[in-house]
Nanobody, 119 residues
Framework: QLQFVESGGGSVQPGGSLRLSCAAS????????VGWFRQVPGTAREGVSC????????FYHDSVKGRFTISRDNAKNTVNLEMNNLKPEDTGVYYC????????????WGQGTQVTVSS
């Protein structure tokens, strides 16, 4: 069974930091593009960041550039998202995913973790 288990998240004040991690089991990440989407109730899901499988090229949503850093460790079968200088608008449920080039219905998804940024 393919699983992508998330950890991290929580509540912080504006300007704080959090680290999200996802660990894969039942499959190896090396041939997958991995990343995070976030979801806020009542709004469309948006892609936050991703990192490629071979060239490790990265993508960041404009709103998180310079604040978030994505990394992957294929040896440990994990992917991490370091989130610094968090803002209230970063609040949402963050879902990690792994995609191998097939349509989204074939993605492996994490269970989601809540990030709340509030004073």
């Amino acid at each position: 069974q393919l699983q992508f288990v998330e950890s991290g998240g929580g509540s912080v004040q504006p300007g704080g930091s959090l680290r999200l991690s996802c660990a894969a089991s039942g499959f190896t990440l090396d041939r997958y593009t991995v990343g995070w989407f976030r979801q806020v109730p009542g709004t469309a899901r948006e892609g936050v960041s991703c990192i490629g499988s071979l060239d490790r090229s990265t993508f960041y949503h404009d709103s998180v550039k310079g604040r978030f850093t994505i990394s992957r460790d294929n040896a440990k079968n994990t992917v991490n998202l370091e989130m610094n200088n968090l803002k209230p608008e970063d609040t949402g449920v963050y879902y990690c995913y792994a995609g191998d080039g097939r349509p989204e219905e074939y993605y492996v998804w994490g269970q989601g973790t809540q990030v709340t940024v509030s004073s």
